[in-house]
């Protein structure tokens, strides 16, 4: 057990989450501590970081990055930065100068590798070319399908194998929810930049079913799916039916998600997926004859006793198979799944191999004319790494880019659904959630409905 002392700080909070990059939980503790070392305390495996006393904290975590480096013999590519938005930094030393400033400076103040700062840089060109600010009047919408077929092995979303009453009862609610806050949208004037249906994976519902969620989106907030950027989920292939496709895209729905997460049907049953990927191909193809125009795909590095070739064979075939946003993630093993129950250091391990696999996808996306355009990370990824979502040529997905911008209202309706209140004056975020257990949901459903007066407080 290693023990650090950090001098000159108010909480150990984010010297704690850099540690947990390079040492196991129950390998190390953090203590912020004020004055000069004592020697009884430096015992055998314990360090004082920060003799100096500076109050520069970004220094002192440069100073401890060096520390756990020389200590571990690793060094991890996003250097000192811990947060979940490594973007956001990024974006805003390009706004105050230019991507090259950007360059220079985020790997002098968070030590990040040359790769890691040439795909900010790629990222931050791709969004300032081609997404505007925020429209001030606009919010975007997401609403949760808490439902899928089976439960795959690292989920720790709010999703559920229930019945088809239960699926009736949870929509019943659903669109009584979706019209109380359409109404309270119209009464305060605000318009829908973009609208997410994700979850679960709300093509479990069935396709009358659809076609009424659909219906009471357009109604309740006055809209025409096809007039704004409107994706549905449809993620497990095994839900996807010829019928449920020609619903939505009759109903003016263009894009979608179908998300193999591999290509590999052994693969696909140890993480618990029940399908295979025939069955992502056919998805794939419905997909196409029924005419929708983005299909994103995502794909995951570090999945279990999956090496290099696997990962670049999917990785051909999703590109092969002309998906327009492909959203390369590293699989984060997290508390609540059943892989972090059956192997709760896995994330630890086989950092190098999804190393590799991240800087193939590059390679291969770059080739193939995609470009990178949103990036965000996870606690618990393997080698603290990332997800980048890739796209084609303006087939970014805006709602992907708002959620991480942090700078926009927006609205979560159904179980799950976590939305956030912007405020633009003091450029800050509120979250409101809903409950995620969808039983709850309906118990607590007028509280799920006052909930929805917070966002126009
Ligand atoms: S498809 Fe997604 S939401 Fe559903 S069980 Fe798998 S990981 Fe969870």
């Known amino acids: 057990m290693y023990r650090f002392y950090i001098n000159n700080i108010d909480d150990d909070y984010h010297f704690m989450e850099l540690a947990r990059v390079f040492l196991p939980d129950d390998g190390f503790e953090t203590i912020a501590y004020t004055g000069r070392p004592v020697a009884h305390l430096l015992g055998e495996n314990s360090y004082f970081v920060n003799e100096a006393a500076t109050s520069d904290r970004e220094a002192i975590k440069r100073e401890f990055f060096g520390l756990l480096s020389d200590l571990t013999g690793i060094r991890p590519p996003w250097g000192t930065l811990t947060g979940v938005r490594p973007l956001k930094p990024a974006l805003e030393m390009c706004r105050q100068s230019s991507v090259e400033y950007m360059e220079q400076e985020i790997s002098r103040k968070y030590l990040l590798s040359e790769r890691k ?8 060109d791709y969004q300032l070319a081609n997404v505007g600010g925020v429209p001030w009047e606009m919010d975007s919408l997401y609403i949760g399908i808490p439902f899928c077929p089976t439960r795959c092995a690292y989920c720790s979303f709010a999703s559920n194998v229930a019945s088809e009453e239960e699926h ?10 979706i019209e109380y806050a359409g109404a309270l949208a119209a009464e305060h004037g605000t318009k829908l930049e973009s609208i997410y249906i994700g979850g679960g994976t709300p093509t479990t519902l069935s396709a009358p079913q659809l076609e009424k969620l659909i219906s009471k989106v357009s109604e309740a907030y006055g809209i025409d799916p096809a007039s704004l950027e409107f994706t549905v989920e449809a993620g497990r292939p095994d839900t996807i039916t010829k019928e449920k496709l020609e619903v939505l895209r009759s109903m003016g729905i263009s894009r979608i998600s ?38 994103n795909a995502d794909l995951i590095a570090g999945l279990p006793e999956e090496d290099l070739n696997d990962f670049e064979a999917s990785l051909r075939e999703i590109i092969d198979l002309g998906a327009e946003n492909i959203t390369i993630h590293t699989l984060s093993v997290k508390r609540g799944s059943r892989l972090k129950e059956n192997s709760p250091e896995y994330y630890r391990k086989n950092a190098a191999d999804v190393s590799a696999m991240l800087d193939l996808s590059r390679e291969m996306l770059s080739s193939a004319g995609y470009r990178p355009y949103y990036i965000y990370r996870q606690k618990h990824q393997i080698g603290a790494l990332e997800n980048v979502g890739w796209c084609l040529p303006g087939k970014h997905s805006i709602y992907n880019i708002r959620i991480m911008e942090d700078k926009q209202t927006i609205i979560g309706l159904g179980a799950g659904a976590v939305g956030k209140v912007y405020y633009p ?9 809903n409950v995620s257990n969808y039983r709850i949901y309906s118990e607590r459903f007028d509280d799920m409905l006052s909930r929805k007066n917070e966002y126009y407080k």
């Open 168 to 177: 009736a009862e949870y929509l019943g609610n659903l669109l009584k929810e």
């Open 425 to 433: 004056k003091e450029d800050r975020l509120e979250r409101i959630a």
């Open 117 to 124: 700062v040439s795909l900010l840089a790629d990222i931050a």
């Open 258 to 295: 179908i998300n193999p997460q591999s290509m590999k049907d052994r693969t696909l049953q140890l993480i618990g997926r029940d399908h295979s990927a025939d069955d992502i191909r056919s998805g794939f193809s419905l997909a196409r004859e029924t005419g929708f125009d983005v299909i």
